[in-house]
């Protein structure tokens, strides 16, 4: 790779299958009282699923993102285990039929975000998630690999956050160095907000 001089490191980052996100077509449930136009709540959705390091399912949840259109009202059908308010401080209200409502008082937002905790869509993904290590094309388990790659010279530190990691690993290459950062898309964003806009 060509470098510019002065360029600083690059953190490559790589997403790995340890936290998958998929964007699921599954209907979206919802009923709200309309707004003066007769305009309805409109609902976006994304499933997040956290895997182990063999692809088994650890947590998921549903991310509901709904343009209000000024409703006051918004009544949300879907099974979950958990609903987290990512907007504001409205609070939950558990009905019948698997319903799950919010009443905005005050300002309305023009978009409302919440959580339902469930791994129930992961069963119905239309793929198998499966992970396998090898090391120098010999099977490995995963729980091992650190240890083996570690017995071949290369360290590994633990470290406070992911910005102590990116400053660590910077650290450790100096300007004109390459480090990888491999993780979740959670942490991919995490490590882009380490660098300044131009840098990265």
Not at 23 to 46: H, I, K, R, T
Not at 98 to 104: A, I, K, P, V, Y
Not at 157 to 165: K, L, Q, R, W, Y
């Amino acid at each position: 790779m060509k470098r510019s001089p002065g360029a600083g490191p690059r953190m490559v980052s790589f997403e790995l299958a340890g936290a998958l996100t998929s964007a699921l077509a599954l209907p979206a449930a919802a009923a709200a009282d309309p707004n003066g136009d007769g305009v309805s709540p409109v609902c976006d959705e994304a499933y997040y699923a956290t895997l182990d390091y063999y692809g088994n399912l650890t947590e998921g949840s549903v991310v509901k993102s709904y343009t209000l259109h000024g409703a006051s009202t918004l009544i949300d059908y879907g099974t979950y285990d958990e609903v987290v308010n990512l907007t504001d401080s409205s609070v939950p209200v558990s009905g019948e039929g698997g319903s799950t409502s919010f009443q905005f008082t005050g300002s309305v937002p023009d978009h409302f975000y919440f959580e339902g905790k469930t791994k129930q869509p992961f069963q119905e993904l239309p793929w198998t998630v499966t992970l396998r290590y090898t090391l120098n094309g010999v099977p490995v388990k995963a729980e091992e690999l650190a240890g083996r790659i570690s017995a071949l010279g290369a360290k590994a530190t633990p470290c406070e956050s992911v910005a102590d990691g990116v400053a660590r690993a910077i650290a450790a290459e100096g300007p004109e160095g390459v480090a990888c950062a491999l993780g979740s898309l959670y942490m991919s964003g995490e490590v882009r907000a380490c660098f300044q806009t131009g840098k990265d």
